[in-house]
């Protein structure tokens, strides 16, 4: 059974940074793509950014370039979102997805797994 835990979420200030953190279990990750997303209150889930776990090849929201990165460990099995510059507008409840297959897609309805979220809050 796969499964992913999300972790690393909090409040933060504007202008700072947080590293989220996915585990993923019951999965190997060779040919999957895996993907963050993220839902601020009112509003649908959006996609954040993406990595091929072979090559690894990363995708970003326009309004995350340059200020985030995503990244993965093969040892760990673990997909990470390095956060910085955060602004009030990144608060959402951040979730990990997974993807079987090797072409990149936002949507979210293309991913097969997801973890239960964590909650990003950026005060201003």
């Known amino acids: 059974q796969v499964q992913l835990e999300e972790s690393g979420g909090g409040l933060v200030q504007a202008g700072g940074s947080l590293r989220l953190s996915c585990v993923a279990s019951?999965?190997?990750?060779?040919?999957?793509?895996m993907g963050w997303f993220r839902q601020a209150p009112g509003k649908e889930r959006e996609f954040v950014a993406a990595i091929k776990w072979s090559g690894g090849n990363t995708y970003y929201a326009d309004s995350v370039k340059g200020r985030f990165t995503i990244s993965r460990d093969y040892a760990k099995n673990t997909v990470y979102l390095q956060m910085n510059s955060l602004n009030p507008e990144d608060t959402a409840v951040y979730y990990c997805a997974a993807r079987r297959g090797t072409l990149w897609t936002m949507t979210e309805q293309s991913y097969d797994f997801w973890g239960q979220g964590t909650q990003v809050t950026v005060s201003s």
């Open positions: 019951g999965v190997t990750l060779r040919r999957y793509f």
